[in-house]
């Protein structure tokens, strides 16, 4: 975590009466600079409050419920803090129409949804040197923008 997201984090810390060392995580969405700006974006505005990720076993760094986020930019500049308030493992092939139109992204429909994390997850799946398939577990969290 560079300086600018360190100090982003204490200065949040400090205003909601957060304990020093309290753990985070800052990351940004997508693969690109620009679907990472448009997506934090969409954070900040309150539209994207979930998200979805392929679940990896044994995967220490897991979400769970009440862990903090800082959502960062293309740039790597922190953008907002979440918190996450539900986490679950689905199938691909059963998440949700309401998940999906959690996740705030184009018309928010799950026709829109599944066209783009179909092409999302199976590029991100070969890059790993595995083949997508409809079952493959994901994680699905549901967070609320603190800040």
Same mark, same amino acid.
């Given at each position: 975590?560079? &300086?600018e997201? !360190?100090?982003?984090?204490?200065? /949040?810390?400090?205003?909601h #009466?957060?304990?020093?060392?309290t !753990?985070?995580?800052?990351w940004?969405?997508?693969? %690109? ?8 974006e969409?954070? &900040?505005?309150g539209? &994207?409050?979930?998200? $979805?990720?392929?679940y990896?076993? @044994?995967?220490e760094d ?6 903090? #986020?800082?959502?960062l930019?293309?740039q @790597?500049k922190p ?7 539900v ?6 092939s059963?998440? %949700? ?8 992204? @184009?018309?928010? %429909?799950?026709?829109?949804w599944? $066209?783009?994390?179909?092409?999302? /997850?199976e590029?991100? /799946? !070969?890059? #790993? @040197? ?12 549901t967070f609320?923008?603190?800040?």
């Open positions: 975590m560079d &300086k997201v !360190k100090l982003f984090w204490q200065d /949040f810390c400090l205003k #009466n957060l304990p020093a060392g !753990k985070v995580d800052a940004s969405f997508g693969y %690109s600079e620009k679907d990472a700006d448009e997506l934090a969409l954070v &900040k505005r539209i &994207k409050t979930a998200t $979805t990720s392929e990896v076993p @044994g995967d897991m979400p769970k419920v009440g862990d903090w #986020n800082i959502i930019d293309g @790597g953008v907002c803090v979440v918190q996450d308030k986490v679950e493992i689905i199938p691909y059963q998440i %949700s129409a309401e998940h999906a139109y959690h996740e705030g992204e @184009g018309d928010r %429909s799950y026709q829109y599944r $066209t783009v994390h179909d092409q999302f /997850f590029e991100e /799946f !070969k890059a #790993n @040197g595995q083949k997508f398939y409809p079952q493959a577990p994901m994680v699905c969290e609320a923008k603190i800040d």
